[in-house]
């Protein structure tokens, strides 16, 4: 195995040396995902239309395997749809539902495109890592949503670049908050100490 160079996000090696994978089962495992996506219902009714998605796919990506960081998405996906048409009084149009749906598929495009950069640069130092997959997942995601805009759903004009700063800007803080949040659950025990970048990526599953 390669030297580890993620040392905030380890598991803490077991009595027998290996890491200690068993610790990802439980209530702590559910309260992350489930932290997450109270997280992005508060994001949805802060910022609406710009909650940050980008944030989360990276996020997701950075500190769950594979199969549970696409289930995490569609969650915080799912969750800010509901707030959207039920608090938010979203309007019932074709045009509306085509964005929520645009709004998951580049979710989790950007999930998996996040995971695979990280993977690709789990040698290079933690916080360069986080950023480089923080940035791809931010480039597709809105990569998505313009060509769903420019071919099928219009709205070109909300993609100036005032308004993708400020999305920009949004997503930034969030995965920072994100990430300080992983941090400070780890040290209080409610989540597992090693869940995070490098056992994530050793997760296929």
Not at 131 to 155: C, D, M, P, Q, S
Request: charged share 10%; aromatic share 14%.
């Amino acid at each position: 195995m390669h030297d580890l160079k993620f040392p905030m996000l380890l598991f803490p090696p077991s009595r027998s040396g290996k890491p200690d994978g068993g610790s990802l089962n439980g209530w702590r495992w559910y309260f992350w995902l489930a932290l997450l996506v109270c997280c992005s219902v508060a994001f949805s009714l802060g910022f609406a239309c710009a909650t940050p998605f980008a944030a989360f796919s990276a996020i997701a990506a950075l500190t769950l395997s594979r199969r549970d960081s696409a289930l995490v998405t569609a969650g915080v996906w799912l969750a800010n749809q509901v707030v959207g048409f039920t608090i938010l009084k979203y309007p019932w149009t074709l045009n509306c539902l085509g964005w929520g749906i645009a709004l998951g598929f580049a979710a989790i495009l950007a999930t998996c495109a996040a995971r695979w950069v990280a993977r690709a640069l789990e040698e290079i130092r933690w916080n360069a890592s986080c950023a480089a997959a923080f940035l791809v997942a931010f480039a597709v995601f809105e990569g998505v949503l313009f060509l769903a805009g420019l071919l099928i759903l219009g709205g070109m004009e909300d993609f100036n670049l005032a308004i993708v700063s400020w999305i920009f800007v949004i997503n930034g803080v969030a995965f920072l908050g994100l990430l300080i949040l992983n941090w400070g659950a780890r040290r209080l025990g409610l989540v597992p100490t090693g869940f995070g970048y490098r056992t994530s990526l050793l997760q296929n599953g």
